[in-house]
């Protein structure tokens, strides 16, 4: 299926968003190692997130997924059963390096594969502190997936201790410390910076003896009891508000308003480089979720863009916006600079070629550089043409967007692939506005 979508009378109107993926994610397999039964409205159903409900599924965990709506019965991670076959994560790497956590932490032998595109990204990041825990885990030659874990008897806990990460990641620190569900001992997670801390908060809210030990350190105690199920409502994904937001932004006479979206300050970092772009953006603060996540309304209006330098701590809080932003950039007056973002390099696409690539087809000027790239914005883009988006949905759903001010439509095949993060991106952008053409 292909895609080209204009702007006509600019972007109105109020909508919701589908619930936060990082989120779904740690929901339904927390409330896997959880005794009792949890419940989540506003869950994720995406390709992503299928992909962990179908693993739990093969591990024996028995659910209900309807109408946004997840209830899952927890048996603790004594509870999981060994798959019979291989687990397929998809194109998911947060399932992947997550299962690997749990599944070491619980003893439970299996195999982890994936896509193609999985297959390339790095997995000797998680398996690496697994191993060192005493997790008999094995990479592909070149530390890559698939991943091997062997059985262990649940009479042999893990060790504890405390583990240095090079690159700040969400996800290795969470497979970290749901191996330490498992351990002897404590676990101690020492970040290089600020990551999102989903896991910390969740686990909290659940019973677990999780603290923060330092300004970029969370430590996790030996499990005394069971983790305790969970209630809430998911807030919407920032990372699927941050192309709404963007395309608002950048299409003359908007004004949108993006209800109960996730506003946790790890997460944020978009809306903080889009201030500083100059953007008519406000938010409206709400009560937390109960499980301890900050939310709230924002309302975005068209705006006139002026170009920013992102380096530092903020990338790592927008790590996932980038190809939105990227979009805000070549519509900025001036000059636009990201710097230590080498990280981009290891996402479904390596983001900073693909965006490099795909806007400099679009008629923008543009630098890429070894962690990061340089955008000289304001000039108009032309388009017309078929843009590609190397099986990455956000990349895809950036250059949907970019075609809004385009003088010519952008023409993005295999749209398809947008159902992975963001079910109905499409048909929400045409409510709200935006001329939307669909053909096969």
Excluded at 29 to 51: I, K, Q, Y
Excluded at 242 to 261: G, R, T
Excluded at 311 to 316: A, F, I, Y
């Amino acid at each position: 299926m292909r895609a080209s979508i204009r702007a006509s009378q600019g972007l109105q109107g109020r909508c919701k968003l589908p619930g936060d993926k990082s989120l779904s994610h740690r929901a339904a397999l927390f409330a896997a190692l959880a005794t009792g039964e949890s419940r989540f409205e506003n869950m994720l159903d995406a390709g992503v997130t299928r992909a962990m409900l179908d693993a739990l599924t093969q591990l024996g965990v028995e659910y209900e997924f309807s109408d946004g709506v997840l209830r899952m019965q927890g048996k603790g991670p004594e509870g999981l059963k060994t798959p019979q076959a291989h687990l397929d994560c998809g194109h998911s790497a947060t399932t992947m390096r997550l299962l690997a956590g749990a599944l070491g932490g619980a003893g439970v032998g299996a195999v982890l594969d994936g896509s193609s595109g999985l297959r390339r990204r790095p997995m000797a990041r998680v398996a690496e502190p697994l191993r060192a825990m005493g997790v008999a885990i094995q990479t592909a030659p070149g530390g890559t997936a698939p991943l091997q874990l062997e059985a262990r008897p649940v009479s042999q806990a893990l060790m504890g201790g405390s583990f240095q990460l090079k690159v700040a990641s969400a996800q290795v620190k969470t497979a970290i410390l749901l191996a330490g569900l498992g351990a002897q001992e404590a676990v101690t997670v020492q970040e290089p910076g600020p990551s999102r801390d989903h896991t910390e908060r969740l686990l909290a809210a659940m019973g677990a003896a999780i603290e923060q030990v330092g300004k970029y350190s969370v430590r996790l105690h030996p499990t005394r009891s069971p983790l305790q199920p969970l209630r809430m409502r998911l807030p919407g994904d920032i990372s699927s508000a941050a192309f709404l937001m963007v395309a608002a932004l950048i299409s003359p006479h908007s004004n949108l308003e993006l209800a109960d979206v996730g506003l946790n300050p790890t997460r944020a970092g978009i809306l903080d480089a889009l201030d500083f772009m100059g953007a008519d953006i406000r938010v409206f603060p709400q009560a937390q979720t109960s499980g301890g996540e900050p939310v709230g309304d924002v309302q975005v209006k068209s705006s006139s863009l002026r170009g920013v330098l992102v380096e530092g701590p903020l990338v790592v809080r927008m790590i996932d916006e980038f190809p939105a932003f990227a979009v805000a950039a070549a519509f900025a007056q001036g000059r636009t600079e990201v710097r230590q973002a080498a990280e981009l390099r290891h996402k479904e696409s390596d983001r900073i070629t693909a965006l490099c690539t795909q806007l400099a087809r679009l008629g923008a000027q543009v630098e890429e550089g070894a962690d990061g790239f340089v955008i000289h914005g304001g000039r108009p883009l032309a388009g017309g043409v078929q843009v590609e988006h190397y099986g990455d949905h956000r990349l895809a759903m950036a250059l949907c967007i970019a075609g809004l001010r385009t003088e010519d439509p952008v023409v993005v095949d295999q749209i398809e692939i947008i159902e992975q993060s963001f079910p109905g991106f499409l048909d929400l952008l045409g409510s709200l506005g935006a001329e939307v053409r669909r053909w096969a």
